[in-house]
């Protein structure tokens, strides 16, 4: 009798022990689409002229906001804390870039300049943002519902190159008349690092494949950058020409990111 109560319980526990492990335990792989929405800050920035001149002006533009769906690969592995609890790490790589639609950069004269004569507007067209190589790495613990069904938060680091394209021209304005003239453009890039917060949940369709929901949030440094180009600079106002350098600065306030993603992956 006692042999047969000691075999039961074995099985008993046993078979609650095979319940309550997550086929989520181990290693993973997954890919995502949904939609990526990016919110960048107003720009801020200057264009200061050696010699002088009056000549220094002040660069602004609201903020944009631009997105589409992303392609993001990720892989990771949970450690199986108890019969409800699980602790992971992972890394994901958004594979798409996404860019925002060209926008202007209003001019204005800095305080004690005349550069832009009273009455007349300067803007400079065809600036754009892109960003791209998003990179994330995060801790990732999980609540599971049952051994099939998981829901888990993520938090860690997130990297992004932005690319800021500048203006192409720049278009005066005076007495109902417009002239648009070439600029000093380019493509400066960095990489720009923040937060990631994230929420989602799996679910096993059959055998390790399952199907997940997930959102996520990223913070990210301001990005800012500066050039300097050597011009002949002009003064209309006072009719001064000289040779010199001209340093512009470009600042935007902020850069935030969100997805919303679904996808698949594969529990091993």
Do not use: C, H
């Not at 602790?87 to 005349?114: C, E, K, R, W």
């Not at 993520?154 to 003239?181: D, E, I, M, P």
């Not at 002009?234 to 600065?249: D, H």
Request: glycine share 12%; net charge positive; charged share 10%.
């Amino acid at each position: 009798m006692k042999k047969q109560l000691l075999a039961a319980v074995v099985t008993s526990l046993v078979a609650t022990s095979t319940f309550s492990q997550s086929v989520f335990s181990g290693f993973y792989g997954q890919v995502s689409t949904g939609y990526e929405s990016n919110q960048l800050g107003s720009l801020s920035g200057s264009a200061t002229e050696k010699p002088n001149n009056n000549s220094d002006i002040i660069r602004s533009a609201p903020s944009q906001t631009f997105g589409g769906a992303p392609l993001i690969f990720g892989a990771g592995y949970y450690w199986q804390a108890n019969d409800k609890w699980l602790i992971g790490v992972g890394a994901d790589y958004s594979a798409l870039s996404q860019t925002s639609s060209s926008f202007p950069v209003s001019m204005t004269n800095a305080p004690g300049n005349t550069t832009v004569v009273p009455g007349s507007t300067v803007i400079a067209n065809g600036a754009s943002m892109q960003l791209s190589n998003r990179f994330n790495i995060f801790f990732t613990p999980g609540y599971a519902i049952d051994k099939d069904k998981l829901v888990y938060i993520k938090a860690g680091y997130s990297q992004v190159t932005t690319q800021f394209t500048r203006n192409r021209s720049v278009t005066r304005t005076a007495n109902g008349v417009s002239v648009t003239t070439p600029a000093t453009g380019g493509n400066p890039s960095s990489n720009q690092g923040g937060y990631l917060l994230g929420l989602g949940y799996k679910q096993i369709i059959t055998g390790g494949l399952y199907g997940f929901v997930e959102g996520n949030y990223m913070s990210y440094n301001s990005p800012s950058d500066s050039f300097t180009t050597t011009v002949t600079a002009l003064n209309t106002v006072q009719g001064i020409t000289s040779a010199g350098t001209r340093t512009v600065t470009t600042n935007f306030n902020s850069l935030n990111s969100y997805q919303f993603l679904v996808g698949l992956g594969y529990a091993f």
